[in-house]
């Protein structure tokens, strides 16, 4: 049998969530970098399903970290909503940033590596046994007897599963694909507009919307479009996703069976759900995100906060029970917005009648005059603009 390795702190997953952990405690005290590992199945830069776009939220909580945003991205300066024929628009400097998901964790990743962090990449957890001092965990490569583990492993998470604790009532639907584009000629990305589109709602009983992202692919402009469906009302029945997307892109003027599609899950957060037990606890999309409008980047960061302080009292009281972490979770400002946004979702979603649609929006059109999201040079993020300016690199 391989040679037994201790850790203080083994981090299985290396998205946003795994590593802002990390950076979190290192940021709290540098001596932490060598009490952690972070194990990943995954070799960075490495492909990840997402649309990428990273709010103010994620941004400041990067920018308190120290961080500025590196990463090459596309700022998004309009964001227009459609229902039908109706539309309305939110306007930032920029509203939210796009990035390209290998490149972004592969950054946080490099970043966590910089500070002294260890990272093993390729290299799956392939078991996990709680015991009371210590958790076993087995590896392709190794065994880990850690004081602790944070579960960061996605959505689909191995560690929730392992632990018995699997769940699906309340996980979103998602599809993808990426076309490419001309840049010059495709206004979107003349004019840094990003689309959602609400109006499958009715015609496809979707629970959430269609998009239209613009992003670079190696340099190359692609559109990342897709379909969310939060299902924040599962009782009632599926919309067909593929349905939905074939039909917003021949809209569009495209054909889905041009493009590879691929779907990946989202798990959302449930302000009474488990997050922790002795010794583990569970962070981004292992333990839940937005079931309103899907956004996960930003939270898994958020987490990293939250587990971080979580895991440094531990230590410190040597209680590992982490029988206060769901209500530090639950404190949060981020997470407070999240319990917002679940009941936000259930209420939305339930609407499924044009009348009561077009009223809503012909209400929001006017809300939206009333704050600073009408305002082009609003800078939704609090970040230092120094932080941005100099080393920002948008394609
Ligand atoms: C189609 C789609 C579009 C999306 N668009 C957006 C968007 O535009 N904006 C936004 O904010 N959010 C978006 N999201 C959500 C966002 O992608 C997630 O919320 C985010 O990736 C969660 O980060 P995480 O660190 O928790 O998990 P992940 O990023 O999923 O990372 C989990 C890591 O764990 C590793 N791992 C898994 N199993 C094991 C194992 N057994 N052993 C070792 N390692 C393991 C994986 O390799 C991976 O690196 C989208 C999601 C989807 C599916």
Redo the contacts with the bound molecule.
């Keep these: 049998m391989a040679e037994i390795q201790n850790v203080d702190i083994l981090i299985?997953?290396?998205?946003?969530?795994?590593?802002?952990t990390a950076l979190h405690l290192v940021k709290n005290n540098p001596a932490w970098a060598k009490r952690i590992v972070v194990?990943?199945?995954?070799v960075h830069p490495?492909e990840?399903?997402?649309?990428?776009?990273?709010?103010h939220i994620?941004q400041n909580i990067l920018a308190r970290l120290g961080l500025p945003f590196e990463p090459k991205n596309f700022e998004v300066r309009e964001v227009r909503l459609f229902y039908e024929d109706q539309s309305y628009s939110f306007f930032g400097n920029p509203v939210f940033r796009?990035v390209r998901?290998d490149e972004f964790?592969h950054w946080l990743v490099k970043t966590a590596e910089s500070l002294g962090v260890t990272v093993r990449q390729g290299?799956?957890?392939?078991d996990i046994v709680p015991y009371e001092d210590y958790v076993e965990v087995i590896?392709e490569k190794t065994t880990f007897h850690a004081k602790t583990v944070v579960a960061?492993?996605?959505?689909?998470?191995?560690?929730r599963r392992r632990l018995k604790w699997e769940d699906d009532s309340r996980v979103a639907r998602?599809?993808?694909v990426l076309t490419p584009e001309n840049a010059h000629v495709q206004s979107e990305f003349r004019d840094g507009v990003a689309i959602f589109d609400f109006t499958p709602m009715t015609d496809h009983q979707l629970q959430g919307y269609y998009?239209d992202?613009p992003s670079y692919v190696e340099g190359q402009p692609y559109m990342n479009r897709?379909v969310?469906d939060s299902r924040a009302r599962p009782e009632r029945p599926k919309a067909d996703l593929k349905a939905t997307l074939q039909d917003e892109m021949a809209a569009r003027g495209r054909d889905l069976a041009d493009y590879k599609l691929?779907?990946?899950?989202?798990r959302w957060w449930d302000k009474d759900g488990r997050f922790a037990q002795p010794r583990i606890i569970l962070?981004?999309?292992?333990?839940g995100?937005?079931p309103l409008m899907?956004?996960?980047?930003?939270?898994?960061l958020g987490?990293g906060e939250v587990a971080a302080d979580a895991l440094e009292d531990a230590f410190a009281r040597q209680d590992f029970s982490f029988s206060t972490y769901k209500a530090r979770l639950n404190q949060h400002t981020l997470f407070k917005q999240l319990k917002i946004r679940v009941w936000l979702a259930r209420f939305a979603y339930i609407l499924k009648y044009p009348r009561f649609f077009r009223a809503g929006w012909w209400v929001a059109r006017h809300v939206i005059k009333f704050t600073r999201w009408r305002d082009p040079n609003f800078v939704p993020a609090e970040l230092p603009q120094m932080l941005l300016t100099d080393r920002m690199r948008t394609t």
């Design positions: 299985v997953g290396s998205g946003p969530s795994g590593t802002s194990v990943d199945k995954a490495r990840k399903l997402c649309g990428g776009g990273v709010t994620g796009i998901r964790d290299e799956a957890v392939t590896t960061a492993d996605g959505s689909r998470s191995f560690v998602l599809i993808e998009w992202f897709g969310f691929k779907g990946h899950p989202i962070v981004g999309d292992a333990a995100a937005d899907g956004e996960g980047i930003s939270f898994a987490y």
